[in-house]
């Protein structure tokens, strides 16, 4: 296969890295701080997409597992995010909904909160902060997959196995070390804002 060249950068590709690196070179407009409270907003980020997908009637469990490694894997029964191709990037809807900022940080905008069909807007900003991070779709019968690392795709969307009877979005990320100088999630912190 060729090459890739400079020309190959679609303006989309540009704004994506822009965005990245806004987010890393300031994470606390997006996530409030980077100590325990920042590292603990990164996984209700990722919760509230799969509660939201339960307020809007799709999907009735959750599952959220600290790892021993440092990493969190959250698993709901939703719908599983759209992979069609998004009309404006090109790319597929869900490495759109996890590589793109498509609203303001939390902390400069707070419109986003009680707008409707905004699914996804906090995955992109854990996804630009962790180290790694892949999610998997099961949606029309098949399990898609995709990974990144630091928010950039490592590859695109493959289809990695039948789910013939389920449908959700089972998704991990672990943390980057290099922006949270400390890395251990807390039960007690995690389930106090789970329950309320
Ligand atoms: C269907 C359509 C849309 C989102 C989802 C399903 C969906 C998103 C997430 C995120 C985590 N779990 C999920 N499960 C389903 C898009 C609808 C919209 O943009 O409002």
């Keep these: ?41 990164l996984v209700y980020e990722i919760v509230d997409n799969s ?9 009735d ?5 600290i790892k021993e490694d440092g990493s969190v894997v959250v698993v709901d029964n939703g719908r599983g995010i759209p992979i069609d191709t998004h009309p404006r990037t090109g790319k597929s809807a869900l490495e759109t909904v996890m590589t793109y900022l498509h609203a303001g940080g939390k ?27 892949w999610v998997e779709v099961r949606r029309d019968g098949k399990v898609h997959r995709q990974e990144y690392a630091r928010g950039k795709a490592l590859g ?9 009877k389920t449908s959700g979005t089972p998704n991990g990320f672990h943390p980057d070390p290099d922006i949270f100088p400390e890395i251990d999630f807390d039960f007690g912190t995690l389930a106090q804002r789970f329950r309320e």
């Design 107 to 133: 902390f400069d905008n707070q419109a986003y909160k009680v707008s409707g069909g905004l699914h996804g807007v906090g995955a992109a900003v854990v996804n630009a902060l962790s180290s790694e991070f």
């Design 156 to 164: 695109p969307v493959k289809v990695v196995g039948n789910s013939a």
């Design 61 to 65: 469990r959750i599952d959220i597992n």
């Design 1 to 41: 296969m060729a090459k890739a060249t400079p020309s190959d950068y679609t303006a989309a590709d540009i704004q994506v890295l822009e965005g990245l690196e806004a987010v890393r070179r300031r994470p606390s407009m997006y996530i409030g701080s980077t100590d325990d409270r920042g590292l603990h907003h």
């Design 51 to 59: 509660i939201d997908e339960a307020m809007a009637g799709f999907c």
